[in-house]
């Protein structure tokens, strides 16, 4: 079985400071990592993903995590924080190597961003 | 390029009534899964169904049912309403073969509201 946690519920920081949410997971083979956003009502859109290549792993809106497997962590850092990167932030693992392709989701961070 | 598109976007009912959820995948995507996520809450996994056979089972309530038609779209039945089903309900989906990289392609959510 996968899980994932993410630890703080909440994080706020001030525009064009460092952001930084952890996620450390769980899996009994190696898993697949991914980080989501979710901004008020809307869907979730994929921000990047780990899939066994290179272990620091770049995605969208300046965002990019480090795969530690010494540390079972999966970190979402953006150097400098802009107002519309307020949203509620989701870590996830899947198996897909197990054929179990859903993933699983963290409880969620919401990021705060102060002007 | 095309989403998964989800209907009703909105939805409200009564207890004990009944409720259909639809979703339409990414062209070439075989693979379809529903999520629920309640207010605060991480989205959680009900079910997925590949190739229209159901592949991975969640914690899907037995008053729940769901199904993947020829043409790949899903339908989720939810019965006998609760006033926790009130939610907002996902679904995604992935594409075949090599394409995927356990990424899911989420939909915009239908709101559920049980009233």
């Known amino acids: 079985a996968q899980s994932v946690t993410q630890l703080g519920s909440h994080v706020s920081v001030s525009e064009g400071a460092l952001v930084l949410l952890r996620c450390n997971y769980s899996?009994?083979?190696?898993?697949?990592l991914f980080w989501y956003v979710q901004y008020p009502n809307q869907g979730l859109q994929l921000l990047l993903k780990?899939?066994?290549?290179?272990?620091l792993v770049k995605g969208i809106n300046g965002f990019e995590a480090e795969f530690k497997k010494s540390e079972t962590s999966f970190h979402l850092t953006k150097p400098s924080a802009h107002m519309s990167d307020a949203a509620e932030y989701f870590c996830a693992v899947s198996a897909l190597d197990t054929g179990r392709r859903a993933l699983t989701f963290g409880s969620g961070t919401r990021l705060q961003v102060q002007p | 390029a095309a989403g998964v598109i989800q209907s009703p976007r909105h939805l409200i009912k009564e207890k004990r009534e009944t409720a259909t959820l639809k979703c339409y995948p990414i062209?070439?995507?075989?693979?379809v899964y529903w999520y629920q996520q309640g207010p605060g809450q991480d989205p959680q996994f009900l079910i997925s169904f590949y190739e229209k056979m159901q592949s991975d089972k969640g914690s899907i309530p037995d008053r729940f049912s769901a199904q993947q038609f020829s043409d790949y779209h899903s339908e989720l039945n939810m019965s006998s309403l609760e006033l926790g089903d009130s939610a907002l309900y996902f679904c995604?989906?992935?594409?075949?073969?090599?394409?995927?990289?356990?990424?899911?392609?989420f939909g915009e959510g239908s709101r559920l509201t049980v009233l």
């Open positions: 780990y899939t066994s290549a290179a272990t």
């Open positions: 062209p070439r995507h075989d693979t």
């Open positions: 995604a989906s992935s594409p075949k073969g090599r394409s995927n990289t356990g990424e899911l392609f």
């Open positions: 899996s009994s083979v190696p898993p697949y």
